[in-house]
């Protein structure tokens, strides 16, 4: 079982395999408290879900450099390292977020639902880019 993590200032999408760990599905939109309580959580979820895997997001620029956000996501993913055995790996997440809206309004998706569920989509798009990598790898 393989959970991912899409990692932003105020609300945190994770996506998870299913339990053939063939598939990426949506399974919520975390709202941000305090970095210790997200840490925490989010360890757990990983824990209770069986995890063997934690796949972080990492955003860069489109060009490939850091950003702000990249450190802020570093340095969370560090704090999460510490609270769990699990081992996490980082995934480009360039263009998840901008594909899952693309998706959501070509679903007709209204803008206040498209907010609720854009996070976990974004996840699950970061973990489906992970799974196809580990499939050509093999």
């Known amino acids: 079982m393989i959970v991912a993590f899409d ?33 925490k959580y989010l360890a757990a979820l990983a824990k209770e879900r069986g995890a063997d895997t934690i796949v972080c997001g990492m955003p860069v620029n489109f060009d490939g450099s850091e950003s702000v956000q990249t450190v802020k996501t570093r340095k969370f993913v560090e704090l999460l390292k510490e609270e769990t055995d699990i081992p996490i ?15 959501l309004i070509d679903a007709d998706m209204r803008r206040d639902k498209r907010k609720q569920v854009i996070d976990k989509v974004a996840a699950s798009y970061i973990l489906e880019n992970y799974l196809e990598k580990q499939k050509k790898h093999r």
């Not at 299913?18 to 408290?33: N, Q, S």
């Not at 980082?90 to 899952?100: I, K, P, V």
Request: aromatic share 4%; charged share 35%; glycine share 6%.
């Open 7 to 39: 990692i932003g200032d105020k609300r945190i999408g994770v996506a998870a395999t299913d339990p053939l760990g063939m598939m990426a599905l949506p399974l919520e939109t975390y709202l941000r408290k305090n970095t210790a309580d997200d840490v």
């Open 89 to 103: 790996v980082l995934e480009d997440e360039r263009f998840s977020t901008l594909e899952a809206r693309r998706n």
